[in-house]
């Protein structure tokens, strides 16, 4: 199945925020926000800390690193071909960082497939329904790459 992935992190090469994948089917999204940097960048103050938890209710889970990785490991366990799409290359770079949990350990899987799609003509900032929230931009990529528009 393909899960179209977004995170939200501090900045140009900061630290991870959170991270989301929408399932192609069904509607158990997999959600996951982290501790709070100590120095916030300032556009991620305004435009991504005030709706980070504008999620569905059961769906935010504010993990360390390894639970959330271990949350994603049972998230992905139960499908043999997963495929993460994405349109940016470092929500792929966290979402692969977040596999590993610690020296020489990874999560337990399956194996998995990334791709990193050309989204020309998409904008989260303005297809979002909820702009800057990890969730919400997967979902908005979803939507643009399952009903592309002629």
Known sequence: MRYFLDTEYNGFGGELISLA?????????????????DDIHPWVAQNVIPYLRFVPQGVDHQLSRVDAARHLEAYLANDPDPLIVADWPDDLAYFCALLVTGPGEIIDHNGLRLELINAAGFSAAANSKMPHNALHDAHALKEFYLNPVL
Request: cysteine-free.
């Open 21 to 37: 994948l929408a399932p192609e089917y069904g509607d158990q999204d997999f959600y996951v926000s982290f501790p709070l940097p």
